[in-house]
């Protein structure tokens, strides 16, 4: 069983609007969750990382947000653009797990004109 | 430009041959891994290093060789014992899994290998 949780599976929005997806995650004990931006046939990249203390975290127009109570996390576009459009991955680590990475199966985001 | 370099981005593969895909990093990241994307799936992982000479199967290894003789380089070998191969292949680099570091463990990942079996 998947432990980590993505909403919803895809979207499409109108360039300039804001949007925000979600994460769920069942791993425990937690240590950090980060959200990646995947490009089209390109690698992922890190976004922000969010740890047990944190509730709050943005990098330019995307914030992060983390419920480690209700183990939610939330990453909110602001303003989109052309080229948000992207796979965008939720990646929990469990404490202590070493090499061992939860990985969501992603929401596909689609900016349109 | 510090980074990853995979290579090839496209390969194509006949039934029975055995493939390998590159992967060098200049980094200076001690740990490295491969991971298989699948459409409609969460990255799974094959292989992982934590230092030259030594690596451990991930969760699918099954079909798949590596070896890690330099700590630049991590190549991953498709056999044609893998019932499955064709998917997305991505190889990451990260400074150390040390529990300790709760900010360590951030993937930089390569920009992948397309495998298509014809």
């Known amino acids: 069983k998947n432990q980590v949780e993505q909403s919803p599976q895809s979207l499409i929005i109108l360039e300039g609007k804001n949007c925000t997806l979600q994460?769920?995650?069942?791993?425990?004990?937690?240590?950090?969750l980060r959200w990646y931006k995947q490009d089209t046939g390109r690698g992922p990249v890190s976004l922000t990382i969010?740890?047990?203390?944190?509730n709050t975290k943005s990098n330019g127009r995307y914030t992060a947000t983390l419920d480690a109570d209700t183990k939610q996390s939330s990453l909110h576009i602001t303003a989109s653009q052309l080229s948000d459009s992207a796979s965008y991955i939720c990646v929990v680590r469990r404490l202590n797990s070493g090499y061992a990475l939860n990985f969501g199966k992603g929401t596909s985001l689609l900016v349109t004109p | 430009d510090g980074g990853i370099t995979q290579s090839p981005k496209y390969l194509f593969r006949k039934e029975g041959q055995n493939v390998t895909l590159s992967c060098e990093q200049n980094?200076?990241?001690?740990?490295m891994y491969w991971y298989r994307q699948d459409p409609g799936q969460g990255l799974r992982l094959i292989y992982y290093?934590?230092?030259?000479?030594?690596?451990q199967k991930g969760d699918i290894a099954e079909g798949y060789s590596v070896s890690r003789e330099k700590k630049e380089s991590f190549p991953l070998t498709v056999t044609s014992a893998q019932k499955n191969p064709t998917a997305f292949y991505l190889c990451?680099?990260?400074?150390?899994?040390?529990?300790?570091?709760?900010?360590?463990?951030?993937?930089?990942f390569g920009e992948g290998s397309r495998l298509t079996v014809l």
């Open positions: 290093s934590q230092i030259v000479n030594d690596f």
């Open positions: 994460c769920n995650y069942t791993v425990s004990p937690f240590s950090n």
């Open positions: 980094l200076n990241h001690d740990a």
């Open positions: 969010m740890t047990f203390s944190e």
């Open positions: 990451a680099s990260s400074t150390g899994t040390g529990p300790v570091h709760p900010l360590t463990g951030e993937l930089f």
